[in-house]
């Protein structure tokens, strides 16, 4: 009878013993945007959302072709001389600016807009900076660009951001940048 008593009891005793901790509430993709996105960025590359993505030095011609069939625009074109890591030219497709050296991808940037949206469920203006640290590996970083952070995607790649306001992520970038720090 005391065994059994013990038995009944000592599952108690233990839970009072350990302190409720607060479970995590999962964060909610921006289901809306993700479903609608047309095209997928990620810290390697971007493409159409039902195909292969680009990765990073693939042919320009190739990349523009495809972003703006999926996007239904053509993109406009531009060119900065002076970025520090040479000449680059840019395909700007409303909030997706895709950057390219040597005729070759070689980064993008995103922008809150619609169509585009990162693999694991990002987009700018949507997603709230807290909740992106609850889910990933987020650091913040010490520039003079105001609310710069990088986090971990789920291929364990890095995604740079800004969340100027310090709560709602406001842009995404990966690979070669021509910010001015």
Known sequence: MMRKSLL???PLVLAACG???PAHEPVEAPTDAVETAKVFVDANGLGPADAEP????AARADVDAAIGEALG??????RNEECGAGPMDFSQFGPLQIAYMDGELRGWFLREGEGVATSDGIQPGTTKFEGLRLEKQVRKLDTTLEGEFEYTTADFGTITGFAEDGETVTALQAGISCFFR
Request: proline share 6%.
């Open 8 to 10: 009944l009891v000592l």
């Open 73 to 78: 625009i053509a993109p406009g074109k531009s």
């Open 54 to 57: 680009f990765r990073f030095g």
């Open 19 to 21: 302190e409720a901790q």
